[in-house]
């Protein structure tokens, strides 16, 4: 169902996975996407991915961005730490399968990538991907997703 609403994308990246983020932030832009970026904006060694996408998962989770793209060298800090907010589910992403996957199944809305590990071609791929597919809702998605949502409560106590 298109509502012809402009999707909006939240992308975050450490240092290794700046310069990935900016070919990716431009390329959204160029094919009608508003990008709200959420850091690094500037190429800092050493930096925290932390700092950057922990605010980019909050903006997911309170639906301020309608997904969010995650980025540090390998993906994998980006997505532990995407996957620490309530509300996130957030998956390292690799192929395509998965690109979609991960949406129509489990209603995934951060995808991380591995900067220094996946070129700037697949992912763009990849991200397409993501952005394209849709959660299907089949009841058994959804109860596993309230089953998640009721551990995600338990945890808050």
Same mark, same amino acid.
């Given at each position: ?11 975050a ?11 990716? %932030? ?17 190429l ?17 989770? %309170? ?8 980025i ?9 730490? %995407? ?14 399968? %998965?690109? *979609? ?32 597919? *849709? ?23």
């Amino acid at each position: 169902m298109d509502t012809g609403k402009i999707m909006r994308i939240g992308i975050a990246a450490d240092h290794g996975g700046f310069e990935l983020k900016v070919q990716l %932030s431009a390329a959204l832009k160029v094919a009608g996407y508003e990008v709200e970026d959420f850091g690094a904006n500037k190429l800092v060694i050493g930096d925290d991915y932390p700092d950057f996408v922990v605010p980019l998962a909050r903006a997911v989770a %309170s639906r301020e961005v309608d997904k969010g793209i995650a980025i540090c060298g390998s993906g994998v800090g980006a997505c532990i730490a %995407s996957n620490k907010v309530p509300g996130v589910r957030a998956a390292l992403i690799t192929d395509f399968f %998965s690109a *979609h996957q991960g949406v129509e199944d489990d209603d995934m809305n951060v995808m991380c990538l591995g900067g220094q590990v996946t070129g700037y071609a697949l992912s763009w791929d990849l991200v397409q991907t993501f952005l394209n597919a *849709h959660f299907t809702g089949a009841e058994r998605f959804s109860r596993r997703l309230a089953k998640m949502a009721a551990l995600e409560k338990e945890m808050k106590r």
